[in-house]
Antibody, heavy 120, light 107 residues
């Protein structure tokens, strides 16, 4: 079945970086984009950016520009999201999500989420 | 950025009730709106896309309507499995943005 499986929970110190992986299966990885969305405790869902898996092009939210990098490894059917210069406000569950089509991105497949805790 | 405002933020209802949730965009987003259901500790689940298209496998008691800047999600007869938080999301322009969520609680 179509699924996205993310890497496990992380605990990081302020100023560090975190890299979360998202392995796709059950569909042709290069045929769909991949987006990243986060949810801080008690907060609304927040879109971070996306990657065109076919050509590697990325678009990031201005809020995270300069701190976030989204990449992919097509040979491993895996997408990655790296967030640097972590601060306590980055404590959140991070999700990868596949849009049902590139031009009207609503997300029909989600990873299970990766909890990232930033604490000294 | 397009701001998405959901109302109410919390809704108390009973099994069998008809429930309506509203989502307003700060500007027109055509029909590029999705609705999700989320349960505690789980990822969101797509219910409705393109404002009114029912995602495959989603029960027909869920329906969406609206265009432009005002949208609604309706549950025609609330079932025990429907107690959850519901989110809207605009897909018209980047950055994609979500509403603040509506928690549907048992009355």
């Amino acid at each position: 079945q179509v699924q996205l499986v993310q890497s496990g929970a992380e605990v990081k110190k302020p100023g560090a970086s975190v890299k979360v992986s998202c392995k796709a299966s059950g569909y042709t990885f290069t045929s769909y984009a991949m987006h990243w969305v986060r949810q801080a405790p008690g907060q609304r869902l927040e879109w971070m950016g996306w990657i065109n898996v076919g050509n590697g092009n990325t678009i990031y939210s201005q809020k995270f520009q300069g701190r976030v990098t989204i990449t992919r490894d097509t040979s491993a059917s895996t997408a990655y999201m790296e967030l640097s210069s972590l601060r306590s406000e980055d404590t959140a569950v991070y999700y990868c999500a596949r849009p049902y089509n590139t031009w009207e991105p609503a997300f029909d497949i989600w990873g299970q989420g990766t909890m990232v805790t930033v604490s000294s | 950025d397009i701001q998405m405002t959901q109302s109410p933020s919390t809704l108390s209802a009973s099994v069998g009730d008809r429930v309506t949730i509203t989502c307003r965009a700060s500007q027109s987003i055509s029909s590029c709106l999705a609705w999700y259901q989320q349960k505690p500790g789980k990822a969101p689940k797509l219910l409705i896309y393109k404002a009114s298209s029912l995602q495959s496998g989603v029960p027909s008691r869920f329906s969406g309507s609206g265009s432009g800047a005002e949208f609604t999600l309706t549950i025609s007869s609330l079932q025990p499995d429907d107690f959850a938080t519901y989110h809207c999301q605009q897909c018209n322009s980047y950055p994609l943005t979500f509403g603040g969520g509506t928690k549907v609680e048992i009355k």
